[in-house]
Structure formats: structure tokens, C-alpha cells
């Protein structure tokens, strides 16, 4: 009993205990709350107190970073419009004075509007603030600062004439109050004829004329083809008329009729490039009208406050004007050569058929002036002193009618007797490897060679027998119609353009007169065949050859006269006289004066304005075009470039003998003048003068290209070198023959007569005796060895060797020393059948050439006279190939 009373007092105790020791930790739990909650609100009255400070701290915050984003608006939209402003009004339209220089709009560029001040904007920079005018609209001014005003019209003004072109803004001044005092430092335009004033009481009639003006561009100019001047710009890159601006300064009150044509002006002016500048004249409202209002307080233009830009220096409005005046009145640059050109797309696809049209310049109000060569008119003639732009106008013609008409339409042939080679860039080149490829023919620096001009016209003429045999056949008349029943065949049109033509008809001599008959019957006959011609020349006057040939210039129906040009146009039409430079009259009614339109020449001869159409043409080529045969008489031919020599083959020549060849014929097909050395009597060659380089060509020519004909071993050729001059040619020639060739001097060349005349009936292979100054060996020769002298066999040889297929080229420095060799002034030259003359004039040759008196030849440099006497009734001019090495 006891222990249970102890067992349950000991769990009471416990229980109490444990009781205890709960309420203790709940009591320190409930303190430590309410620590922690004392605390939190003690930190809420804090922060309840903070608050304010910081809610007014992030709303200055805020307020700050929406002022910053304001101004940085501000200031990008005032770059962004300032930026616009000086695209739309770019150089001089806008630039402040100290950097101001006139720079002209492009071709087809609207001028845009002019600055006058700036839009002052806080914390930005300020906005240029433009004013439209040219093309665009009127400004009037008012208000009583009378200084800001004179400042808008100085500077519209200056910057009109900054964005133009010079001579494209012309002024008209109406100051009655000051007697043109306002427009003082724009008086040097007057020297030009851009400043005109009209005095009191010519108002009435300046709107008269303004809106007489306005009338006509309407009807004439723009045709009702386009809107306003400005679109036709655009359309075309062309601008026909100038700006015109009229500067009212003040005056009485307007009539009523004075008041009505201003309206007019208001209304439709702008359109015609026809503008107000008005201060103390009231203009009528309309939207095309800017008005600026300057007064002490401030300026506002078209309501909006602007600060005014200073005027321009005084200074600097002189100068301006003064340049603008001297480059009007040096006359205007000359137009883009792209002006004739059409679009790439349009290249070639015009038709030949019936004739050739192509521009060659703007005329007046802005249209192309066109050129036709067909039935009518056939043929051309252009005149003009020397440095009027004959050759740039051929340049921009070739060109104009070369990007219309492919190569199957059209050829050229190219003749240019004056000094120079602006032509060789038709021609293919080491600077440039591209042609045009309409061009068959180039000729430049002929000067000397007239024959060559007078073997274009054969070639022509053969052409033009061709086609009309080819017509007939067809039975048929003009080349529109053999083209139609002929589809397949090529019958384009040939245009040859002769530049200092008259080089080719000067003297009274055998080429004059049959250049002057080839011309005639060309230009009589040509035109229904399709072939041209384009005569130019500095002047007609003292042409020799055209005395007596009225039909001749008759049929150049086409005349084109440049400035200062004479005998050009009709006798009474004076109209070349007065042209300004890169301008030209074009007259297709023989030169009179009805038939008169003028023509701005655009710029076509330099290089880099070439060379980009013949780009794009010679990749238009067709695949098979070649390069233009170009001839330069100031070249010296290969003979490593011949066709003729490039053609020779071992063997070919076995049935009608070997061919040497001697030079290039001055022809149009580049042939070589060929000796065929058959087995006949006679067949020797001579060369006659006494310049070495050209008899050394010839003879190094004629041995190299017989030895091309010959295999190795199958043919000799005996080289004997008698003048020491002579021996680098002689040498190189017998190293390069190698084992088919033996050397001889003048100790040896009695041993070489001695051995070929002896075996001349034994000869079996051909044998070339190659003699170098041969009348150096007289005195060797004249000695007797075996009961004959050299000289003797000499004679054997030219007489019985080329039966027996051994031939002589030899070189006689004198057509005297030659018939001393051959026996005498008596002895026959039958046994020399073909010769080449070199310094050696055309009496001396009178033996030698049938008929009486000689040939008619003049020597002059690297020029020689070759005569076949099988071949040839008359001589034929050659020039000898150049060193082989």
C-alpha cells in the first residue's frame, strides 16, 4: 500500500514537473514573439516614415528620365530633319556662307528648295528652314524689316544660281524705287545676257512677256506630252529651258490687267520653270505661294518663326556671277554623249532596210535632232575649221548609229587623212582588246598614202558592182527591196567616213582623177545600193579635183556645218558663223538656209566616254565578228603577221612556181605584193635605191617566205652580202635558213657566178641567188676567170636561170649601176621582170616601165613602187616588212 502511495506521489511529481517545463518554454516562446513583434513595429513605423521621402525620390526620378527621353526625341527628330533638309536641298541649295560654292544639280535632278534661315529649336540643333522656288513655287515678302527682306531675296537668288547649271537661271529685275540698286551685286550676270531690268513702268509688260513665255512651253515644249518642265527633265535628263526669274522690288498699284496676269503667272508658272520673287506686290494666295513676313520682333515664314541667315558676302556674290557670265559666254559645255544613246534594252533593234536614222544632238526646246542617210539623202558633207569638233562629231554619229543597228545592219569603213589616231580606238588594241563591231575598216595617218584611200574606193566600187550584179539578178532596184526577195544573203549598209578628204583629190595627178571619177560614180549610184559616204573636211575651198564636178558635191544633199565653216552650206547661208562651240547646223536640203537646224554636240571622242558603249557592244558581238583591219601608214608591217605569208605551205607553189613576198600593199584586204617565180624568162626581181633597212626588208621577205614554200633540203639559197650596212640583215638571214643557205662577200661572189652559171643545165632544185648591193662586186666581177667575167655570168644567169627554176633577187643601189651590170645604157632589161623602186623617182624607171616617161612615183619613207611586168600595167605601191628579228 505504502509503495503504490509512493509510486503514484513520484508520478504526480513528474507529471507537475513536465507541466512546469512546458509553461516555462511557452512563456519564452511568447517573450520572444513579442520581441520580434515589438521589433517589426518599430521597423514599420520606420519605414511607414520613409515613404514619402522615397515616392517623391522616384517621381523626380521618373520626371527626370522623361525629360531625358524628350530631349533626345527633340534632338533626333531635329538631326533626322536636318538630315531631310540637306537631301532635299543638298550644296549650294543650303550651305552656310563661309563654305558656299555653286554646285549644279544633275541632269534630270530637281534643283529642291533654298535655304533662307533656321527653325532655332531648345537643346537641339537648328533646322535648316527652306524655301521652295525653282520648279517648285513664288516667294513673297513682307514686312517692315526692310534689311531680313533685302537677305531673302540675295540669298534665293544666289543659291538659284548655285544649283544650276551656268546660264540655266535667268533673271529679270523690276526695281523702280531703287533703279536696280537691289540687284546691284547681281549686275556682272548682265555681260551674259542673264540679267535683264526693266524700268518704272515696264511692269504691264514684263508679265506680258512672262506669260507669253509661260504659253509657249506649254504648246511647243511640252506638247502636252508632259506636266511641267520639271517631269520632262526627269523623263528625259534633258531640261530645254532655262528657269526664269522675275524680281518685283515694289511699284504702284497693279492695273487690272497687270493684277490678271499676275494670277496667270501664280498659277501656271511654276510648271514652266517661270517664278515671282515679290516684295511690296501682293501676291494672290494659291499653295505655290511662300510667304515670308520679316518685322524687327522676328521672321516667320509660312507662319513658323525662323531665324534668318546672315546675307551673302558681297563678295561672294560677285564672284558667282562673275564666273557664271564667263562660262555662258565661253559658250555651253557639250551634253552627255549618253544623249544619243538608246536604252540597253533597245540596242540594236532598229532595221537597215530603208535607210539609217540616228540623233546626233538636241535641238531646239529640248528635241533630238535626227540624222538619216537612205535614198534621201544619200551622202553627207561636214565642214570646219580646225578645233570645231569635226572628229567628236563623227565619234557621237558612228556612235549613235552603232548602239541602233547591229553589225548585220550596218558596217563602217574608217579613212582619216590628217595626223593622228583618235580613229585606231574602233580598231582592236594593245591598250584596249576590244572593237567596235560594225567596223570593217580603219585608215589613220594617210597623209602620204592616198593610195590607200583610192583602194577603198575600188573596194567600194567593187561592193557596189556586186550588189547592183546581185539586184539585177533579183530584178530588183534599191537594197530595201533586194533585202526582202533576198532574206538569207548579207546586205547591210555601208557608211565610209573620209575625214580630210580633200588630201585624197589635192594635185592634178593619176590618183586625184581616179578618186574623183570613183567618187562621183559612188555617190551617183551608192545611194540605191546602200552605200554612204561622209566627206569632212576644215574647207572645200581649193579642192582641184572637184573644178568641174558640180554633179559630184551635188549629191551630198546632207550638209553639216560646225562654227566658222566655209562653202559648206549655200553661198548666201551664213548661218555657221555665229554658232557657239560643240554646236553644229544640220541641213538636209543642200545648205539652204530653210533647210537650217542647229544641233548641240554632245561630248563623245575622249577615251573613257567611248570606251564604255564599244564595251558593251563589242560583248554584243556575234560570235563569229573579227577585229577591224587597221591600217597605220605611220606602221612598219610583219611579215610574221601577213595572212599571205601565215598561209604559204612546203610544196603549194610546185605547179605555178614559188611566190616571194615582198611587202604589204597599201589595199584594204592587208594582201602582200607576191613575185611568182615560175619557170619562165624574165622571172628576177631587182630592188632599186639606195636606202638600206628598206632594200634589205625586201629582199629578207621575199627569201624567208620562199623558204617557207620549200621543205629542208629541197631547195638553195645563196646569200652574197656586198655592202657592210647590209650584213646584220644578210647575216640573220643565212643563220636562219641554216643548212639551205651558203654565204658569199665580195672576194667570193665570182666563185658563186662561176659555180651557178656552169651548173645551170644540171640545175634540178630551185635556186635563189639572194645579191645584197650587187653593184658593190663590179669590180670583182669584172675580172675573167675561165674566159668569162662575173658581170657575163651575171647575165647568163638572169637570162637562161629562171627556165631552170634559179632565180635572182638582187639589189641595185641605182638604176644606172643596174643596166651598167646588165651591158650598158643599150642592153635590154627584158631578163629583169619584176623590180621594187625605192628612193628612186619615176623618170629614172622609164626603161624599165612600159609607155613613155616612166611611172608616176615619188619616193618617200619606207614606201617602194613594185612593177610586175607579167602582172601589172601600172606600179603598185608597197610597204616593206619590218626586221624579222
Not at 459 to 488: G, I, N, S
Not at 661 to 680: C, F, H, K, M, Y
Request: net charge neutral.
Amino acid at each position: 500500500m505504502a509503495d503504490r502511495r509512493t509510486q503514484l506521489v513520484s508520478r504526480v511529481r513528474d507529471t507537475l514537473a513536465d507541466a512546469l517545463g512546458a509553461a516555462r518554454t511557452r512563456l519564452f516562446a511568447a517573450q520572444a514573439d513579442l520581441t520580434a513583434g515589438r521589433e517589426r513595429l518599430a521597423r514599420v513605423r520606420r519605414a511607414a516614415a520613409e515613404v514619402p521621402a522615397r515616392v517623391g525620390a522616384e517621381r523626380d526620378r521618373r520626371l527626370a528620365e522623361i525629360d531625358d527621353r524628350h530631349a533626345a526625341r527633340i534632338a533626333e527628330l531635329a538631326r533626322r530633319a536636318t538630315d531631310a533638309a540637306r537631301r532635299e536641298a543638298p550644296g549650294a541649295a543650303s550651305e552656310e556662307w563661309p563654305r558656299w560654292e555653286a554646285t549644279p544639280a544633275g541632269r534630270g535632278e530637281a534643283p529642291g528648295p533654298l535655304r533662307v534661315g533656321a527653325l532655332a529649336i531648345a537643346g537641339a540643333e537648328p533646322v535648316p528652314a527652306l524655301v521652295p522656288l525653282l520648279d517648285a513655287g513664288h516667294v513673297e515678302l513682307a514686312g517692315s524689316d526692310r534689311g531680313g527682306c533685302d537677305a531673302v531675296v540675295s540669298a534665293l537668288l544666289l543659291r538659284s544660281l548655285g544649283r544650276a547649271e551656268p546660264g540655266g537661271v535667268r533673271l529679270v529685275g523690276y526695281d523702280p524705287e531703287h533703279l536696280g540698286g537691289g540687284l546691284a551685286g547681281f549686275a556682272p550676270l548682265g555681260t551674259a545676257g542673264l540679267l535683264t531690268f526693266v524700268g518704272p513702268g515696264g511692269l504691264g509688260r514684263l508679265l506680258d512677256d512672262l506669260v507669253e513665255q509661260i504659253r509657249r512651253i506649254n504648246e511647243t515644249v511640252l506638247a502636252g506630252e508632259h506636266g511641267s518642265l520639271r517631269d520632262l527633265a526627269a523623263d528625259t535628263g534633258r531640261r530645254p529651258e532655262p528657269w526664269r526669274v522675275a524680281v518685283l522690288l515694289g511699284g504702284d498699284e497693279l492695273s487690272r490687267h497687270e493684277r490678271g496676269q499676275l494670277d496667270r503667272i501664280v498659277r501656271t508658272g511654276a510648271a514652266c520653270g517661270v517664278h515671282l520673287v515679290a516684295r511690296g506686290v501682293r501676291l494672290p494666295d494659291d499653295p505655290t505661294v511662300t510667304r515670308v513676313v520679316a518685322d524687327p520682333d522676328g521672321v516667320r515664314v509660312a507662319g513658323v518663326p525662323v531665324r534668318l541667315d546672315p546675307p551673302p558676302p558681297a563678295a561672294l556674290v560677285t564672284r558667282t556671277c562673275r564666273d557664271v557670265a564667263a562660262r555662258v559666254n565661253a559658250g555651253p559645255p557639250p551634253a552627255p554623249f549618253t544623249d544619243l544613246l538608246p536604252p540597253p534594252e533597245r540596242m540594236w533593234r532598229e532595221d537597215s532596210a530603208t535607210g539609217l536614222t540616228a540623233p546626233i544632238g538636241e535641238g531646239a526646246h529640248g528635241r533630238q535632232v535626227l540624222l538619216t542617210l537612205g535614198d534621201y539623202p544619200p551622202h553627207a558633207l561636214i565642214g570646219g575649221p580646225s578645233g570645231t569638233g569635226k572628229t567628236n562629231l563623227i565619234f557621237a554619229w558612228i556612235g549613235s548609229l552603232a548602239a541602233r543597228y547591229s553589225p548585220a545592219e550596218l558596217e563602217f569603213y574608217l579613212l582619216d587623212f590628217k595626223e593622228g589616231v583618235s580613229f585606231a580606238r574602233f580598231a582592236q588594241g594593245r591598250r584596249d582588246p576590244s572593237w567596235l563591231p560594225h567596223m570593217r575598216l580603219v585608215g589613220i595617218n594617210v597623209n602620204t598614202d592616198r593610195e590607200f584611200g583610192l583602194a577603198l574606193l575600188r573596194f567600194l566600187a567593187e561592193e557596189l558592182r556586186r550588189r547592183a550584179d546581185a539586184a539585177k539578178k533579183h530584178e530588183v532596184t534599191k537594197l530595201a527591196e533586194l533585202r526582202a526577195v533576198d532574206p538569207t544573203g548579207r546586205w547591210p549598209r555601208i557608211v565610209a567616213v573620209v575625214d580630210e578628204f580633200q588630201m585624197l583629190l589635192a594635185g592634178r595627178d593619176v590618183v586625184a582623177r581616179e578618186a574623183a571619177d570613183l567618187l562621183e560614180d559612188l555617190a551617183r549610184r551608192g545611194r540605191s545600193q546602200g552605200i554612204h559616204l561622209v566627206l569632212a573636211s576644215q574647207d572645200v575651198r581649193g579642192i582641184e579635183a572637184l573644178w568641174g564636178r558640180p554633179a559630184l558635191v551635188a549629191q551630198f544633199t546632207l550638209r553639216i556645218a560646225l562654227p566658222k565653216a566655209l562653202r559648206i552650206l549655200a553661198e548666201r547661208n551664213d548661218a555657221a558663223q555665229s554658232l557657239p562651240r560643240w554646236h553644229a547646223v544640220v541641213n538636209a536640203e543642200s545648205g539652204l538656209p530653210e533647210g537650217n537646224e542647229v544641233a548641240r554636240i554632245p561630248s563623245a571622242s575622249d577615251w573613257e566616254t567611248w570606251s564604255g558603249l564599244q564595251h558593251r557592244l563589242w560583248r554584243m558581238r556575234p560570235q563569229d565578228a573579227a577585229p577591224a583591219r587597221l591600217f597605220d601608214g605611220d606602221a612598219i608591217p610583219r611579215l610574221a603577221d601577213a595572212p599571205d605569208f601565215r598561209a604559204l605551205r612546203p610544196d603549194e607553189g610546185t605547179t605555178r612556181g614559188p611566190v616571194a613576198l615582198l611587202g604589204e600593199i597599201i589595199d584594204v584586204q592587208a594582201r602582200s605584193a607576191a613575185l611568182r617565180l615560175p619557170r619562165a624568162p624574165g622571172r628576177n626581181l631587182a630592188v632599186l635605191g639606195t636606202r638600206v633597212d628598206e632594200a634589205c626588208a625586201v629582199l629578207d621577205a621575199a627569201a624567208r617566205s620562199l623558204a617557207r614554200q620549200h621543205r629542208p633540203g629541197t631547195a638553195r639559197f645563196s646569200i652574197a652580202c656586198l655592202d657592210p650596212d647590209a650584213d646584220p640583215v644578210a647575216r640573220a638571214l643565212y643563220e636562219d635558213l641554216a643548212d639551205d643557205a651558203a654565204w658569199y662577200d665580195e672576194e667570193t661572189v665570182p666563185e658563186l657566178m662561176a659555180e651557178t652559171a656552169d651548173g645551170l643545165a644540171a640545175a634540178a632544185d630551185p635556186h635563189y641567188l639572194l645579191l645584197f648591193a650587187v653593184d658593190a662586186a663590179s669590180g670583182a666581177l669584172a675580172a675573167r676567170a675561165g674566159g668569162r667575167t662575173g658581170l657575163e655570168r651575171l647575165r647568163r644567169i638572169l637570162h637562161d636561170g629562171p627556165e631552170r627554176r634559179t632565180h635572182v633577187l638582187a639589189w641595185w643601189r641605182g638604176v644606172a649601176r643596174m643596166r651598167a651590170d646588165l651591158g650598158g645604157p643599150a642592153a635590154r632589161t627584158d631578163q629583169i621582170g619584176a623590180w621594187v623602186a625605192l628612193d628612186t623617182h619615176g623618170g629614172e624607171l622609164g626603161s624599165l616601165h612600159p609607155g613613155t616617161g616612166g611611172p608616176d612615183w615619188y619616193p618617200r619613207p619606207w614606201r617602194g613602187l613594185f612593177f610586175d611586168r607579167a602582172v601589172h600595167r601600172t606600179g603598185q605601191v608597197i610597204i616593206p616588212y619590218g626586221p624579222s628579228r
